[in-house]
């Protein structure tokens, strides 16, 4: 492989440290951090340069494994490796190493970043980690072909297939020819129904095939909502974060919960049902689609309201004063702004979803600041094959404020 100015292209023989947030583990080569892909920690790898900008690290993938790790196995997909779908990180890993490497990450985030030194187990879900994505998103390449797009690229590399999608959810997709570029979003919803979105950059209109309105269950509920709106992907997903939002949340009978970013309303639900009609739930959600798919699925919770709007301005207008507030923000998290006025409401509990370690950690550092202390933490796979994880946290208060 002919070397490219910047170092792009040059190869490494590296020893391979531990792994790091985003789906790589990190080696030294003269003292630069070498953010490698397709490695586990302890292997020894040939490398070769994918992106240096100079500075203090550059990118690499393992183009050969010299020393193998315990947990490395073949990846089940062909286009899984270095130059290949930026999809998976962790392919080459058994699913235990791979739930082990996330605990790793989950664990060293809330250590350095919030100064908590907690042991994480990353629980799998049921299923296994191949078949149970149910919403994937392609490109065509220039061809019109269907395919996904390789790390930190635009680059698309065309396929046959994808293992860990449910079965036979791409088959009508990947066998007619699009138009180069359409993004297509495919969703397979509670019941089996195949929702295909055709989205054209640079257009505002979509095209979608089928309903647009999927059907998913979860927290003893049937919610029809929009295909293109979020619902959790892992199909037991859903109800596991509801079961376990509602053991922690514990709302009392007559009580107040908030329920903020809350989408359609499922742990809003699960809130309504513990507070009862005397009790109130505040579901805040700046998506005017989910609120609209959400008041019409909980039509029949007179304690539960919706409030459309930003978290962070809907927040100072809120009058009760809450007993407990879930927390379920999207991938950067609460912030600042958004813990103290959570905590400046003072509830007893605090739980708070999490779909990435670092804004985790974050977000629980300005609780704990606060006044309040995680007392409990749960982390799903709720993404086998790849790096994420979604975290659940119990935060409690270590006082109580003069009211």
């Known amino acids: 492989m002919s070397e490219q100015p910047g170092g792009v292209g040059r190869e490494l023989d590296l020893r391979v440290g531990p792994v790091a947030h985003g789906g790589f583990c990190v080696a030294r080569e003269q003292g630069r951090a070498v953010f490698v ?5 302890g292997e020894r790898v040939r490398a070769v340069v994918t992106e240096d900008r100079g500075g203090s690290y550059c990118r690499a993938d393992a183009v050969q494994v010299l020393e ?33 490497l996330k605990a790793a990450v989950v664990a060293e985030q809330l250590r350095r970043i919030a100064g908590l030194d907690i042991d994480v187990t990353v629980e799998a879900l049921p299923g296994g980690p191949l078949g149970w994505r149910t919403r994937t998103r392609l490109t065509a390449d220039g061809s019109g072909r269907g395919g996904f797009r390789v790390h930190r690229s635009h680059d698309v590399v065309p396929v046959d297939g994808c293992p860990i999608t449910v079965a036979g959810a791409l088959d009508g997709v990947l066998a007619r020819r699009w ?7 495919v969703v397979v919803d509670g019941e089996g ?57 514990a709302a ?36 005017k689609r989910a609120v609209a798919d959400g008041a019409a699925a909980l039509a029949d919770l007179p304690q539960l309201r919706f409030v459309t709007g930003r978290v962070e301005r809907v927040l100072p207008w809120l009058q009760d004063t809450p007993d407990v507030v879930v927390l379920d923000p999207p991938r950067r998290g609460a ?22 370690p670092a804004a985790l950690a974050r977000d629980v550092a300005a609780l704990v600041t606060a006044g309040y202390r995680m007392a409990a933490l749960r982390a799903l796979d709720t993404f086998p094959m790849t790096h994420h994880v979604e975290c659940v946290a ?6 109580d404020p003069a009211r």
């Open 335 to 356: 912030g600042k702004q958004v813990a103290a006025a959570v905590a400046a409401a003072s509830p007893a509990r605090i739980v708070h979803v999490a779909c990435d």
């Open 394 to 399: 119990l935060l409690q208060r270590t006082h």
């Open 179 to 185: 138009t180069p570029g359409t993004e297509i979003e």
């Open 68 to 100: 193998p790790a315990a947990g490395r196995v073949p990846a089940p997909c062909p286009v899984a490796g270095p130059g290949g779908c930026g999809g998976c990180d962790f392919q080459h890993a058994d699913h235990g190493t791979q739930r082990g």
């Open 37 to 41: 892909r397709h490695a586990l920690p």
């Open 252 to 287: 009392p009978p007559g009580g107040c919960a908030w329920d903020l970013y809350g989408g359609v309303g499922l742990f809003g639900s699960v809130l309504a049902g513990q507070v009862g009609t005397a009790g109130s739930v505040v579901v805040i959600e700046s998506s």
């Open 193 to 249: 129904h195949t929702h295909v979105a055709e989205l054209h950059p640079g257009r505002a209109q979509e095209r979608v095939h089928g309903s647009g309105t999927a059907v998913q269950h979860a927290a003893g509920r049937r919610w029809d909502v929009s295909a293109r709106g979020f619902w959790q992907v892992h199909p037991a997903a859903a109800g596991a974060l509801a079961g376990i939002v509602g053991e922690w949340a």
